[in-house]
């Protein structure tokens, strides 16, 4: 991969919108396509997205534009920065612009409820024979686009692409780590939505720190349980995409799951508290999602299945509490690394 590269971004929301003006300060040729043309022609004159990224100048070289084919023609490398709901959309319209074996990065945190799907098993399934990672991690959209110091996971099972997209995003601020366990990086950034929720609730009724400990630790146990259920690397759960990336949304005013679960602590409805985050919270259509899968699977699920029953349920909050301390306790660690290679 040369500074020649041409890279586009689809999706200008806040992470979209940092990922390609980042990739712009690297020196590569990057345009990011936003669904808005008004939007776009507003970024183009003013240097900013006032809507997802208020505050932070866009480089001089980022072309933006609501023109797709324009966008993805010859482009080599394509981050798809699309919410669940809108992602295969777009994949699908993108398809027939992309040459076979083009390079599609997912950067989304969603899962498709039809089938299960994670975001780049429908870039499998719609484009034709790309090559396919997921970028993934304790990502705020706007510290990165404030140039403070951030770790991101590349995850796939193609080493040559990991290679590449490290050398395309690294910087003095931005440092890229490899993962082959796409699988289980991809969905630890699924689910720890679902927990970052939770920690807002908690945040909003003043839990103390023993509290939010408990939370965090759970957390991780559960959703490192329902992965590895799945067929995923539990020792994923352990780096950045997994224990990193649950930290940062679980205690950030930044993460919009987060704040969403802030203003249902607060006695907000679901629609009042959707209304004062402005941005496309997966949290909620996940925790649906993930409950009705871990009933099929029989996983062991409280925290998620406590907010289900607070979100779609209309359970009073203190009552869905009370009922989860008092739940089973299971084992504290229950994946642990074998030092006897006989043990079985």
């Keep these: 991969m040369t500074r020649t590269t041409r890279i586009a971004v689809l999706g200008g929301g806040s992470f979209g919108t940092a990922i390609a003006n980042m990739i712009a300060h690297n020196g590569y040729p990057v345009t990011l396509w936003m669904r808005s043309a008004e939007n776009a022609a507003r970024c183009r004159d003013t240097r900013e ?5 208020p505050g932070y100048r866009l480089h001089d070289s980022l072309v933006i534009t609501s023109d797709m084919p324009g966008a993805l023609a010859g482009a080599e490398v394509v981050f798809f920065s ?23 990065i997912s950067t989304a945190k969603g899962i498709e409820e039809e089938g299960f799907k994670l975001m780049s098993q429908v870039l499998e399934e719609e484009l034709r024979e790309p090559r396919v990672g997921v970028i993934s991690g304790p990502n705020l959209a706007r510290e990165i686009a404030a140039q403070q110091i951030t770790a991101t996971v590349i995850a796939s099972e193609d080493e040559g692409l990991c290679q590449q997209i490290q050398a395309m995003l690294a910087s003095g601020y931005f440092r890229v780590y490899a993962n082959h366990d796409r699988y289980g990086v991809e969905l630890a950034g699924a689910l720890k939505n679902i927990y970052a929720i939770v920690a807002g609730i908690a945040s909003a009724i003043g839990v103390g720190q023993n509290t939010l400990s408990v939370l965090i630790t759970r957390s991780l146990a559960e959703m490192t349980r329902f992965a590895a259920r799945l067929g995923a690397n539990p020792m994923t759960f352990l780096g950045l995409s997994g224990v990193g ?3 940062v949304t679980c205690t950030s005013p930044l993460s919009r799951n987060f704040r969403i679960g802030e203003a249902i602590g607060q006695g907000k409805t679901m629609d009042e508290a959707a209304r004062l985050v402005g941005q496309v919270a997966e949290g909620v259509k996940t925790t649906r999602i993930v409950k009705h899968k871990a009933d099929d699977l029989g996983v062991y699920m409280p925290l998620a299945s406590a907010l289900y029953a607070i979100l779609f349920e209309a359970r009073p909050l203190r009552s869905v509490l009370r009922n989860m301390m008092t739940s089973e306790q299971s084992e504290d660690v229950e994946f642990r690394v074998r030092n006897d290679p006989h043990e079985q």
């Design 49 to 53: 997205n006032t809507p997802y990224l």
């Design 245 to 247: 990336d649950l930290i």
């Design 82 to 104: 699309i919410p669940s709901k809108s992602f295969r959309e777009v994949a699908c319209a993108a398809a027939p612009l992309l040459p076979p074996g083009v390079i599609a």
